[in-house]
């Protein structure tokens, strides 16, 4: 159960250095731990690894939950402050937590299977209808970031490159009018999911379709699609016209959710530019898809 495979091995080095590496040599004993103490049966590691370490496992009435292991990202706290605020509503409940080890035990989504490859048009209805049900005001002396210091990427890309190095100046400057304008918007604020894509939507008992791995970030709705309308990478890679594909994306969740149109376009390209930043903060490189999807959704008219 704790062999790694070599790609989750260079995601926990490249993000995470040796902290990453002592992480990782650690797992055994915190998972353990946790089953011991939760009186928890272990079945299987869920595959693929990517950023955190996930083991189905049985409650010892027979109820299967996951363990979530948290990579030392310093973002536990607001994840699992996230899905005690969002209760189970739309989103996987959180059982149990452990905040010094840093794990979260959540029910489990049977079958489980994402919206990868479900008809675009449904897979937006779904994704529309998962969104309304997160969504509730902040309580007044919440402490989630706000879209705000997230935007505050943007100034780190600027001091990287003392300009905007390989990013189109155009589409900077655009990413950080959005930005600046949410700061003095007034939108409702709520909680947002902050990362609500296809394979973050997962089909369960409780209830059809099921949000996990919430970042909770405190916006405005219109951000919301951004995640959605940009991914899933392999499908949008491979497509023969992305540009119609994210034009009717934008139209479908408009509609849906009865927003505005332009705001969500705008907020999506100022997704798509910080996306490819944080690409260039945690691997070296910049993510040429996102910065074709901001292109392209820059010139919807």
Known sequence: MFSYPDHFVRIQTDLHGSDGLNWLNSLPTIVNDCADRWNLRLNRVLQPLTYNYLVSAHRYDGTPVIIKAC????????QAN???????????QLLERDD?????????????????????DDAVTIAAGTMRQLWSPLPSNHRFPSLSDWGQGLDRLRAFYDGTGPF????????????????????????????????????????????????????????????????????????????RILARRVDRFAAELELDREKITEWAIAAAVLSAWWTVEDHGHVSELAMTCASLLAEIP
């Open 168 to 243: 189109p100046q155009s589409l900077v400057e655009r990413a950080e009018r959005t930005f600046a304008e949410f700061s003095t918007s007034t939108e409702p604020r709520v909680l947002l999911h902050g990362d609500l894509h296809h394979d973050n939507i997962l089909s369960a008992e409780r209830q059809p379709w099921i949000a996990i791995d919430p970042k909770g970030v405190a916006g405005e709705p219109a951000y919301e699609m951004a995640s959605f309308i940009l991914n899933p990478h392999a499908e949008l890679s491979a497509a023969a016209h992305l540009d």
């Open 82 to 92: 996230a899905l005690q605020h969002f209760a189970g509503r739309g989103c996987v």
């Open 71 to 78: 990579s030392p990202t310093g973002e536990f706290q607001t």
């Open 100 to 120: 010094n080890l840093e794990v979260q035990l959540m029910e489990a989504c049977v079958p489980g299977s994402s919206l990868v490859g479900v008809p675009d």
